[in-house]
């Protein structure tokens, strides 16, 4: 394929892949090779959004399990995701590629708020979108805000970047290493086996929208413009009937960008 498989897509990035090998934080040169690789593919036309989790400094669930307010502690996670957000911003525009910020907590004194329509122009102006603080709205996590934002957005599909992880098993390979990969799964295969690479709001976004997932390692420095050129790797939930369908949407759709 001489040219991208995909005009816009979503990457969804966990709070913990930031962190490295210290498991916590940010680790700047996890975020340097991620942005390189956004550059790459950046270069080659392809209009790029991000999601941030925010895991890799705070995680609301397990606070709240442990006896604090559950709707407080998920907002600690929201902020947290902001300073992943703009950790990300500024690696990648020392690179050269024009990034925003857009939040669904206004602060705007750092980052815009989150207008779907003015993210949709960023995007067609080719400058890469990254969207923090969830949904706005504790109970919801980042998997979930992928799932939304790339609806409202019509991204055509998700990669869902993992590290050291290069796709979906039927068992935990570390336990089994028997465990057999799938290539392909589909939406409903991956809810009633409860595999856990994203959670079930996510997915049932994605099955009702017809948006593939695609489960990858991003430690694998080239991975992300190799599945943009149309390589198979990692795990596609979905599949290409979902692309289909984005594609006639978006084309029998008038613009909303606004401007």
Known sequence: MSKPGYKRIMLKLSGEALAGDQGFGLDLSVMNSLSGQLAVIHKKGVEVAVVV?????????PAGKQGMDRTTADYMGMLATVINALALQDSLEK???ETRVQTAIEMRQIAEPYIRRRAVRHLEKGRVVIFACGTGNPYFSTDTTAALRAAEIDAEVILM??????????????????????ETLPYLEMLNRGLTV????????????????????????????????????????????????????RNGKPDESGH
């Open 53 to 61: 989790g925010g895991g890799n400094i705070w995680r609301g669930a």
């Open 95 to 97: 690179l050269g590629v």
């Open 161 to 182: 970047a993992k590290r050291g992880v290069d796709g979906v098993y039927e068992a935990d390979p570390k336990i089994d290493p028997m465990a057999r990969k799938f």
């Open 198 to 249: 994203m959670d079930s709001t996510a997915t049932a976004l994605c099955m009702e929208n017809q948006i593939p997932i695609i489960i990858f390692n991003f430690s694998e420095v080239g991975n992300i413009e190799r599945i943009i050129m149309g390589e198979k790797i990692g795990t596609l939930v979905g599949g290409d009937s979902g692309n289909g369908q984005r594609d006639s949407q």
